[in-house]
């Protein structure tokens, strides 16, 4: 009787690890720009779980999407065009976050333009979004990338001392370290390299594999939902946002002085396919790239669709979410 009970309590428990949905397993950075998958699981509904991954680099992150390890994870849009044009099967599904890149220069020094960098030692990361916002804002200033300036790879982490103790005269690089160079007073901003036109401030995004959108769009359906609605409550509630941010390390006063430069996003549309892709043409042109990705498989737009849809209709209807 005692053995038969067992197996039916074997039986039941089996069962019911088997019903249950595991961990929706989401990957991004600890930044405050980056920092929606947090929240993901307030918007999921219920029964639903996320387990969210810190990563310090976009290859990393999607190097585990691809090995199965993620449901879905942040990328630059320079690295996700990168992955598309090797062939890796990576969709981009939501826009992440827009702007969060500065130019900055020694607080005290004499360059008041970017043509005064002209002979100085810059410091950058290759292959990042900063190093073709750099390029852009160095041509557009009649400077000569290679030959007129003096580029240094310096770690994102190390550029704020380098540039304090006169290593490189100038970074670019994504916020918090601008706006820390400029609270701790050895920093000032000479330039937001943001260019309408062409490709303006886009800069991460939210990507799944091919697999999971042929297989589980469902999934991906309810986690674009999560990420538009977790953006959204953070947009509107900065207390919350830049709380939960000052948990990775930046104080919260710092991080108030650095938000005007960071924005949080979810909406993509045809312009800003648009911008990718001549996002795309630039590196290209600076040899990053071999060729341009099939962008038609690059992005699936229904879902953010589908969403400014739903809004569309309750907005018409008089009826709040």
Same mark, same amino acid.
């Given at each position: 009787?005692?053995?038969?009970?067992?197996?039916?309590?074997?039986?039941?428990?089996?069962?019911?690890?088997?019903?249950?949905?595991?961990?929706?397993?989401?990957?991004?950075?600890?930044?405050?720009?980056?920092?929606?998958?947090?929240?993901?699981?307030?918007?999921?509904?219920?029964?639903?779980?996320?387990?969210?991954?810190?990563?310090?680099?976009?290859?990393?992150?999607?190097?585990?999407?691809?090995?199965?390890?993620?449901?879905?994870?942040?990328?630059?849009?320079?690295?996700?065009?990168?992955?598309?044009?090797?062939?890796?099967?990576?969709?981009?599904?939501?826009?992440?976050?827009?702007?969060?890149?500065?130019? !900055?220069?020694?607080?005290?020094?004499?360059?008041?333009?970017?043509?005064?960098?002209?002979?100085?030692?810059?410091?950058?990361?290759?292959?990042?979004?900063?190093?073709?916002?750099?390029?852009?804002?160095?041509?557009?200033?009649?400077?000569?990338?290679?030959?007129?300036?003096?580029?240094?790879?310096?770690?994102?982490?190390?550029?704020?001392?380098?540039?304090?103790?006169?290593?490189?005269?100038?970074?670019?690089?994504?916020?918090?370290?601008?706006?820390?160079?400029?609270?701790?007073?050895?920093?000032?901003?000479?330039?937001?390299?943001?260019?309408?036109?062409?490709?303006?401030?886009?800069?991460?995004?939210?990507?799944?594999?091919?697999?999971? !959108?042929?297989?589980?769009?469902?999934?991906?359906?309810?986690?674009?939902?999560?990420?538009?609605?977790?953006?959204?409550?953070?947009?509107?509630?900065?207390?919350?946002?830049?709380?939960?941010?000052?948990?990775?390390?930046?104080? !919260?006063? !710092?991080?108030?002085?650095?938000?005007?430069?960071?924005?949080?996003?979810?909406?993509?549309?045809?312009?800003?396919?648009?911008?990718?892709?001549?996002?795309?043409?630039?590196?290209?042109?600076?040899?990053?790239?071999?060729?341009?990705?099939?962008?038609?498989?690059?992005?699936?737009?229904?879902?953010?669709?589908?969403?400014?849809?739903?809004?569309?209709?309750?907005?018409?209807?008089?009826?709040?979410?």
């Amino acid at each position: 009787m005692k053995n038969w009970i067992a197996a039916v309590l074997i039986v039941f428990w089996t069962s019911g690890a088997a019903a249950a949905d595991p961990a929706i397993r989401i990957g991004t950075w600890k930044t405050a720009q980056t920092i929606q998958p947090f929240f993901y699981e307030y918007f999921l509904g219920t029964g639903k779980t996320c387990e969210v991954l810190a990563f310090t680099n976009p290859a990393d992150q999607k190097t585990a999407l691809l090995a199965g390890s993620l449901d879905m994870c942040g990328t630059t849009l320079a690295h996700a065009i990168h992955s598309a044009s090797q062939g890796q099967p990576v969709v981009v599904v939501a826009a992440l976050c827009n702007k969060c890149s500065a130019l !900055v220069v020694r607080a005290d020094g004499p360059i008041k333009a970017p043509a005064d960098l002209k002979t100085r030692k810059i410091g950058y990361v290759p292959g990042t979004m900063h190093e073709i916002l750099l390029r852009e804002t160095l041509l557009r200033a009649g400077l000569d990338p290679e030959r007129d300036v003096r580029l240094t790879r310096v770690d994102f982490f190390d550029m704020g001392t380098a540039l304090a103790q006169g290593g490189i005269d100038a970074f670019l690089s994504g916020e918090p370290f601008p706006a820390l160079a400029v609270d701790q007073g050895y920093g000032r901003i000479l330039a937001y390299p943001y260019y309408e036109g062409a490709v303006g401030t886009i800069n991460a995004a939210m990507i799944v594999t091919r697999d999971t !959108v042929d297989k589980r769009p469902e999934l991906v359906a309810d986690l674009v939902k999560a990420h538009a609605r977790a953006t959204d409550f953070l947009r509107r509630h900065q207390a919350q946002w830049l709380g939960k941010a000052a948990e990775f390390g930046t104080p !919260v006063e !710092v991080l108030q002085k650095a938000a005007a430069n960071m924005e949080l996003a979810w909406e993509m549309d045809d312009a800003f396919v648009a911008k990718v892709k001549a996002l795309g043409e630039r590196m290209q042109a600076l040899k990053m790239i071999e060729r341009q990705p099939d962008y038609e498989r690059l992005f699936d737009l229904r879902f953010v669709r589908q969403i400014i849809a739903d809004q569309a209709l309750l907005n018409s209807s008089g009826k709040k979410e």
